[in-house]
Nanobody, 120 residues
Framework: QVHLVESGGGLVQAGGSLKLSCAAS?????????GCWYRQPPGKQRELIAS???????NYADSVKGRFTISRDGAKKTVSLQMNSLKVEDTAVYYC?????????????WGQGTQVTVPS
């Protein structure tokens, strides 16, 4: 059974930094695994903000590009999100997700979420 646990959320002043980590168990970080970070601001829908493929290719939402960096460590089975220059609008619950691709389709796994608050 795949289990994802996020950590690193909290309250930070605007302009500050936080690093979120996602530890995975029950899954092998092979070439068919993509790591993702989503966030859900208060009253809004969950949105994809960053992803990383098994060979390290990354993609970012325009809202975080240049400020956030996603990374992965296959040996430690972790996916991390370094968040710099945080803004009030970055306040959200952040979710880690793994997509596992196989011939029959895609399995998607979710963490429980971690709150990030940037007060105005």
């Amino acid at each position: 059974q795949v289990h994802l646990v996020e950590s690193g959320g909290g309250l930070v002043q605007a302009g500050g930094s936080l690093k979120l980590s996602c530890a995975a168990s029950g899954v092998i970080f092979s070439i068919n695994i993509m790591g993702c970070w989503y966030r859900q601001p208060p009253g809004k829908q969950r949105e994809l903000i960053a992803s990383i493929t098994s060979d390290g290719r990354t993609n970012y939402a325009d809202s975080v590009k240049g400020r956030f960096t996603i990374s992965r460590d296959g040996a430690k089975k972790t996916v991390s999100l370094q968040m710099n220059s945080l803004k009030v609008e970055d306040t959200a619950v952040y979710y880690c997700s793994l997509r596992q691709f196989h011939p029959g389709g895609t399995n998607t796994y979710w963490g429980q979420g971690t709150q990030v608050t940037v007060p105005s």
